[in-house]
């Protein structure tokens, strides 16, 4: 019912740049949160960012001032531009969504992208 496909990921060099994008499709009302995760080998799946349908932001420690989230409602897309990469920045990053399919709802669904490999290297 709800498709989030994600793009943008790739080989980067230290200090280079990507810019993900995650758009989401389908039976669709609205998006209350729409969020960033990241896993790398053998750690935990932590949260990388956060935006609100309003536009409210957070973000992990170890990526503030280098991770901007954005999202355009218009779209149901949320970007993530990630500046000053680092090796310690390889993972694979998913996208969540948390959905309302109908007005008729009176609760959300969790939706997760398929994940899209970025790796920081020389």
């Known amino acids: 019912q709800v498709q989030l496909v994600e793009s943008g990921g790739g080989l980067v060099q230290p200090g280079g740049s990507l810019r993900l994008s995650c758009a989401a499709s389908?039976?669709?009302?609205?998006?209350?949160?729409m969020d960033w995760y990241r896993q790398a080998p053998g750690k935990q799946r932590e949260l990388v960012a956060l935006?609100?349908?309003?536009?409210?932001?957070n973000y992990a420690d170890s990526v503030k001032g280098r991770f901007t989230i954005s999202r355009d409602n218009a779209k149901n897309t949320a970007y993530l531009q990630m500046n000053s990469l680092k090796p310690d920045d390889t993972a694979v990053y998913y996208c969540?969504?948390?959905?309302?399919?109908?007005?008729?709802?009176?609760?959300?669904?969790?939706?997760w992208g398929q994940g899209t490999q970025v790796t920081v290297s020389s």
């Open positions: 389908g039976s669709i009302f609205s998006i209350n949160d």
């Open positions: 935006i609100t349908y309003g536009g409210s932001t």
């Open positions: 969540y969504a948390s959905v309302v399919r109908s007005p008729r709802d009176r609760y959300a669904s969790a939706y």
